[in-house]
Nanobody, 122 residues
């Protein structure tokens, strides 16, 4: 059983920064691609960023490119999402996901965390 636990969400003013963490347990973390998605209530889940199992490849949604950075530490079984220059429209519940495929589609991921709320005030 693979478990993902996000942390690091909170309330921040526009222009501020937050770093989300996703701790993974249960299987070999380094074998999984990792993704970050976000969802606003009443809207569809949206892709934010993904990173290959090796960390050598990353991919970002246009809406976060240049502001967010995804990374991973395979020794700590943890993935990160550094979010800078936050905007009110970044407000959402952020989910991390693990899967065999490196993708911007949620269907490619097999395991999901419970989510962490990020609120950006104007």
């Amino acid at each position: 059983q693979v478990q993902l636990v996000e942390s690091g969400g909170g309330l921040v003013q526009a222009g501020g920064s937050l770093r989300l963490s996703c701790a993974v347990s249960g299987r070999t973390f380094s074998s999984y691609a990792m993704g970050w998605f976000r969802q606003i209530p009443g809207k569809e889940r949206e892709f934010a960023a993904a990173i290959a199992w090796s960390g050598g490849s990353t991919y970002y949604a246009d809406s976060v490119k240049g502001r967010f950075t995804i990374s991973r530490d395979n020794a700590k079984n943890t993935a990160y999402l550094q979010m800078n220059s936050l905007k009110p429209e970044d407000t959402a519940v952020y989910y991390c996901a693990a899967g065999a495929q490196y993708s911007d589609s949620g269907w490619a991921y097999d395991y999901w965390g419970q989510g962490t709320q990020v609120t950006v005030s104007s």
